[in-house]
């Protein structure tokens, strides 16, 4: 009788300590898991929808920054762009009339060809997500130049 | 004895039914899906702007450079060239939209809905700017 | 019974852990499928939309901002598109103006689409011939865009005005062929003074008319 006794008091502290022990394997079980395996792919696919985005919204703006018919003119945009992509700074940088997406991470890039008007001759530069991203179109009657810069590079203009 | 097994199980049940809920709340926060992006807005923002273009290039009907700014010259001839430039904008404007101008010396159109999409745009005249409001009726 | 009571706890845990697991993947299946809902696809958009707005801005296929020329579009290739929105390349592309399809490449159904309000301006041609003394007007339609004045070889006027401006000169008498651009906010009337001659008057009004332009592009 007092042997059992003795076994009920003891068999409920292990039978607890147990459970804790194993709740504690399969929470540490899961998290690796998901963050070995589900996790980053689940932010790659994100980042890079993010950054599609990100491509075209950018490229929507410079190609509104161009006036319609006028041919002397100097404007500058303010341009909108996402802090980080899958919590890294990228860069978005024009070349030959392409803007492409560039981030430290593979899953993450885009690209798209810029819709221009001839009167366009020459785009360029670059902006780093961290910048004050502005588009600056200068032109005269020869035709029109659209540059990637930020606001601290013309001086704090509005 | 029965009582304290029934006890047993059920604590540890109910502790696992919280676990299982809160991970039902955390997937229904992406399971219900995202809200539908800007798409309307930029097409309605699209059809402001054209009506804007076309209106600001019209001849007026009187006097004048353009129907636009013959309507923002004064508050008399906005009150004059109401009807016409409402007309006109239902005409330019496809059938599915409704509109609202609003003009330095008053407005034509409907009343703005507060919760529905809406497109814009200005459009600058000798007179003031003009705001054009667009949405699907 | 005290054993009972230990396995049942692991029981009943083993079953909760079961039942956390089974949670944990239905919201991994949940989260790929709204993922996968979520791709919207912004570069459909983009181009529809780039071509849209090079469609209704540019010198080649406009007479000015969102009024098209009729016979410039009528005329739209595939090459032409590609080149005015490069974002449409190697994608099907739907141009639709009115009712009518312009352009079509490929199957674009199921793609984005992008609509816009414009004018559509057709150039005819009228030319009459007509004999003007020396104080004669003309009165020409308002929404005319250029009109040609050809005067015959004998022409007496010395002098055309426009609305009061002095438009041609000639002591000698007026003779050739002249463009004259009228202004598209005023009427203009031409007098001539001098003499008389046998002009023939050809002018080009505008006809516009409003259109909804539709382009859809997929893939």
Sequence with gaps: ?158 | MAEADRGQLSLTMVEAGIGVLLLFAATATFALGLPAVGADEAQLDAYAEDAGTVLSREPPRHEGLTRLSEVTRSGSAFERERAALSHRVERILPGNLMYRVVTPHGAVGFPRPPDAPTGRATVPTVGGRVTIWVWYA | MTEGRAQANLLSLAVALTALVSATALGLVVADGALASADREPGERRGAGALAERLVSAEATTVRQNVLDRSAISELSAADVDALAPPVANRSVRVRLGGKTLLERGDPTGGATVERVVLVAERTTRSRSLAVGDGGELTLPRRTDRVELTFGSESGVETVRANGRVLLHDPGGVTGQFVVEPSRYETTTLSFAGGTARVVVESTPLQTEKATLRVTVDG
Excluded: C
Excluded at chain 1, 62 to 77: C, D, G, K, M
Excluded at chain 1, 113 to 139: C, K, Y
């Design chain 1, 1 to 158: 009788m007092s042997l059992r006794k003795d076994g009920r008091a003891l068999t409920p502290a292990v039978g607890k300590a147990l459970e804790v022990g194993l709740v504690v394997l399969f929470v540490g079980a899961l998290t690796t898991a998901l963050y070995g395996g589900a996790v980053p792919d689940y932010r790659d696919a994100v980042g890079g929808e993010v950054g599609d985005r990100a491509v075209v919204a950018a490229a929507e703006r410079i190609e509104n920054a161009v006036p319609p018919r006028a041919t002397q003119a100097r404007s500058v945009h303010a341009v909108d762009l996402p802090r980080s992509i899958r919590g890294e700074n990228y860069r978005l940088r024009v070349e030959e009339r392409t803007l492409a997406l560039e981030h430290p991470s593979p899953a993450v890039g885009a690209e798209t060809d810029l819709a221009l008007p001839e009167r366009v001759g020459d785009v360029g530069g670059e902006w780093r997500s961290s910048d004050d991203a502005v588009v600056l179109v200068t032109g005269d009657t020869e035709g029109l130049r659209v540059e990637l810069t930020t606001r601290e590079e013309l001086g704090g203009e509005r």
